[in-house]
């Protein structure tokens, strides 16, 4: 039998079309080697395949020319720094969604007032807003607690084993939206489904769950529903941080405007696209550090 050395292995698969990167990260994979070590792909290319690693190499190229996400096939995903297992059952994270975490942190960083900062991340997902968040107050030494929402029980099954793992205390909820939710918080972010249902690039992500993609005719059914229910769940002078479609932030701040929120406005994605929406919800007495927090941002 003709051996296939790691530098031939990776030359077929470029040349069926696979992307240089993810052949490396799955040639690692096969040959259980952690997506870090590139450089000794380097070092070995002249090393001969074992049968089964090229076996498990080519079954996992098969899948990625497929159209599955290289997350789902090496099983994790980078997100804010921290390594999320990742499977079928929830949304890949996605890069753009570091912005509205970013965005949480800048909001919650100068508040000092509460003892027990609460933070919610509606449509959890593998749970990557909620513990990222938990993952920086803590490592900054602040009380919090994180509570994670998703309508999937198969996701949250997903964002509590990731909770586990990280050794991050997140409280999970079962609940569609805000249904099952009792208390109130300092900061609500969600990146809910914004795709338009018969918008074309949903065939490009047809292996992710489409309950977490697809969100009526003009992709803002969810979006108005969590403006709509975020005022009852929201502490006077908390905030509600949505990630939207790269066109919808005119038409987000528009429904958080006539739901009544303060201080409405979009942050910009890596990309420079307005990809973020929030406002602060401001009946009553506003918490002063939430205030100095808004002040310092546009
Ligand atoms: N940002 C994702 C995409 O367009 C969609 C995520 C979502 O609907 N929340 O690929």
Redesign the pocket.
């Known amino acids: 039998m003709s051996s296939i050395t790691c530098a031939q292995a990776l030359a077929a698969a470029y040349g069926s079309g696979l992307e240089r990167l993810d052949a490396q990260l799955l040639l690692l994979q096969a040959l259980g080697k952690p997506a870090g070590a590139r450089s000794w792909l380097l070092a070995h290319d002249t090393d001969e395949l074992a049968p089964e690693a090229l076996d498990a190499f080519e079954a996992m190229r098969l899948r990625r020319m497929a159209g599955e996400p290289l997350a789902y096939i090496v099983g994790s995903k980078e997100f804010f720094g921290l390594a999320l297992q990742v499977d079928a059952r929830v ?1 890949v994270p ?1 890069p ?1 969604t570091e912005t509205l975490v970013e965005w949480s942190l800048d909001l919650l960083e100068p508040l000092n007032g509460p003892p027990a900062l609460r933070v919610l991340d509606l449509g959890t997902g593998s749970g990557a807003i909620a513990l990222a968040i938990a993952h920086s107050l803590k490592a900054a030494g602040r009380a919090a607690a994180a509570t994670a929402v998703d309508a999937s029980a198969a996701a949250l099954d997903v964002a509590r084993e990731n909770a586990r793992r990280l050794d991050l205390a997140v409280e999970f909820v079962h609940s569609n939206w805000l249904a099952q939710v009792g208390e109130s918080f300092h900061l609500i972010a969600s ?5 338009a249902s018969a918008d074309p ?1 949903l065939v490009a ?1 047809r292996h992710e769950p489409p309950q ?2 697809a ?1 009526g005719q003009d992709g803002l059914d969810d979006i108005r529903k969590i403006i709509a229910q975020a005022p009852c769940r929201l502490t006077p002078g908390g905030w509600l941080l949505l ?1 939207h ?1 790269y066109d919808q932030a005119c038409r987000v701040r528009e429904l958080l405007v006539s739901q009544g929120f303060a201080q409405v406005q979009s942050r910009l994605d890596l990309a420079g696209i307005e990809r973020c929406s929030g406002g602060q919800w401001p009946p009553g007495p506003a918490i002063p550090a939430l205030h100095a927090a808004a002040g310092g941002q546009t």
């Open positions: 949304l996605r753009d990146n809910p489904p914004y795709v690039h992500l977490a993609l969100a990630e479609g």
